[in-house]
């Protein structure tokens, strides 16, 4: 019995040595391996920034840091990139990472040869061919004493009556006739004259005719129509008393019109005599007609800044009438430009005075794009004609060109605002406070008085709400601000300040009241941010002169502002809010003073 019992319970402890060794497998198990994973995770956070690794903007590869972070030029995250990267780009030559690239989507094309052609769009007005124009005149005195034309719009034929005329005068000449006529053989000059005479007031051999004929007087004459036409005005009626010269009816032939179209001086260049013009008019709704360029006006119209083109037309049945609206097509191969070296448009970058293009440099790891200068000639559609600067096969940045000017200006080098990187100002610490000397020269005046140096300082408060008004991109609050500027200003007192002081204050002053003026009469944004810089250069020079202090303000720079030198503005915080550009580029921009 003992032993079945300890036999039992050997084999009842063996069950549940099994079950627990299942058990602990199940809720144990893989626990080496869980500790191996734990252990990989830490070690992949312990080594995510390797020791050497160097974090650049993609959008600015000057900068280099050694931990990660944002741009302090823009704010966009840095980038890994290693410091065996590619290669130096060639002084003036503006390099970017391929991570740049994608980010700015900068695109590029080949520069090539094509046939030059554009289709230039007309506007243009139906009038009447001046070469089938009569106007009819009186010849004699007289009276109308039969009308037989009564509107205007009728459409008469050659030799039709239009009027009946009493003329006493022509009385007069009918009887000297007679009397001529009777001396024709002894005095026929006598009587020749007497014919020219009636002739000169415009009578036909066949009425001349038949007053000698029927020998008798009349009272009455007929006014004819030179030609066939429509009468497009008329100047009398009936009983009206006509004098010699005085016109009667015009009459104008309009189975054939004239086309007059506008064309700009720019699209000039590709219009030539003998060009077809196609032109539709609103009152025959798919209706195409056809013309020919049959004269260009040699003389620009002053106002309206055009040159009539003049087109010849057959105008069947009368569907054309004088004055409808004409828009034409009229394309067109520039002269001699066959096979022209074209760009788009979206490759240049215009300053005022240079067209600018970026050409990709071949041989370099990285991206890298050259500035380069390009004469131009006419448009073309989307793309233009150069005429020198490239040669065909050459790259050319296309898309994102901006991008690629704003990185170089940031780094610089030569850019489309500054051609002359020598002539940059100072070195750039990206949003940080340099004291370098600003640029422009403001000699400090001594003796000022206190009460004067109040008054410029009260001139900051709205100056710093204008400045904050174009931050936010508020045109109507920064047209407020001017006008409190101004009221302020208005308080400065010009006779507090005598001899060179007095000078230099009228100088800044002319400066600072156009400045105030043009942002008050302007509602559009870029016309106030251009008149704003002016005005930041000439208050501060107000301040520098008349050696203002206890300001606490900055005084910042944008190297991409529209100004040959950037341009300047004075803030109450150190951080870049840019009033150039407002949210578009908010940071861009450096502080190259503090004023204390």
């Not at 024709?184 to 036909?204: G, M, V």
């Amino acid at each position: 019995m003992k032993n079945l019992f300890n036999k039992q319970s050997l084999i009842v402890a063996i069950g549940f040595l099994i079950l627990g060794l299942l058990l602990g497998g199940m809720f144990f198990g893989g626990n080496t391996d869980s500790v191996e994973s734990i252990s990989t995770e830490h070690n992949h956070d312990t080594d995510a920034h390797p020791k050497g690794e160097v974090w650049t903007c993609s959008m600015h590869p000057q900068i280099r840091q050694d931990d990660p972070g944002q741009c302090p030029i823009c704010g966009m995250d840095l980038i890994p990139v290693t410091e065996a990267g590619p290669d130096i780009a060639p002084e003036g030559a503006v390099q970017m990472t391929s991570s740049a690239i994608q980010i700015a989507n900068i695109q590029t094309v080949t520069v090539q040869r094509a046939e030059a052609k554009k289709e230039i769009y007309l506007n243009g007005r139906i009038v009447v061919d001046e070469r089938r124009v009569s106007e009819i005149t009186a010849h004699f005195n007289g009276r109308i004493e039969k009308l037989f034309v009564n509107f205007t719009g009728q459409e008469v034929k050659r030799g039709q009556v239009l009027a009946s005329v009493y003329s006493p005068q022509l009385v007069t000449a009918q009887k000297e006739l007679f009397e001529a006529a009777r001396f024709k053989e002894t005095n026929p000059s006598f009587f020749e004259a007497a014919i020219n005479k009636l002739k000169l007031w415009d009578l036909t051999d066949r009425q001349i005719q038949s007053i000698l004929e029927s020998q008798e007087v009349r009272y009455n004459f007929n006014v004819l129509a030179p030609r066939s036409g429509t009468v497009v005005s008329r100047h009398v009626n009936a009983g009206d008393h006509i004098y010699e010269g005085q016109s009667m009816f015009e009459v104008a032939g309009l189975d054939q019109l004239w086309v007059v179209f506008d064309a700009y001086e720019s699209n000039l260049p590709w219009i030539q005599e003998g060009d077809t013009i196609r032109f539709t008019v609103q009152s025959l709704p798919g209706r195409t007609f056809t013309s020919e360029v049959t004269f260009i006006d040699p003389v620009i119209m002053g106002e309206r800044r055009v040159a009539e083109i003049r087109t010849e037309v057959e105008n069947e049945q009368n569907q054309l009438k004088p004055e409808m609206f004409a828009q034409g097509v009229l394309e067109s191969e520039l002269s001699g430009e066959q096979e022209a070296l074209i760009i788009p448009k979206a490759a240049i970058l215009w300053t005022g005075k240079r067209a600018v293009v970026y050409v990709k440099q071949t041989g370099y790891d990285a991206p890298t794009f050259a500035y380069r200068e390009v004469v131009l000639g006419p448009e073309t559609g989307n793309f233009y004609v150069v005429k020198e600067g490239l040669t065909s096969g050459e790259e050319i940045v296309a898309n994102g060109v901006f991008k690629i000017d704003a990185a170089a200006q940031l780094q610089g080098k030569v850019s489309m605002m500054n051609p002359n990187p020598s002539s940059a100002m100072g070195e750039h610490n990206y949003g940080g406070n340099s004291r370098q000397s600003p640029a422009i020269t403001n000699p400090v005046i001594t003796g000022v008085p206190a009460e004067f140096q109040k008054q410029l300082t009260a001139l900051l408060e709205p100056y710093l709400k204008l400045k904050n008004a174009l931050v936010d991109s508020d045109a109507v609050g920064a047209a407020e601000a001017a006008q409190q500027t101004e009221q302020v200003l208005a308080e400065v007192e010009m006779s507090l300040v005598s001899g060179e002081a007095h000078q230099q204050w009228m100088g800044n002053l002319k400066v600072i009241q156009k400045s105030l003026d043009e942002i008050q009469s302007s509602d559009a944004l870029e016309t106030q941010r251009e008149a704003f810089a002016p005005l930041s250069e000439s208050l501060y020079r107000s301040i520098q002169n008349f050696n203002v202090t206890g300001l606490d303000l900055y005084y910042q720079y944008c190297p991409m502002a529209d100004r040959d030198q950037g341009a300047f503005w004075m803030s109450e915080v150190q951080e870049i809010n840019n009033p150039y550009f407002g949210e578009a580029m908010l940071r861009c921009g450096e502080t190259r003073e503090t004023l204390e």
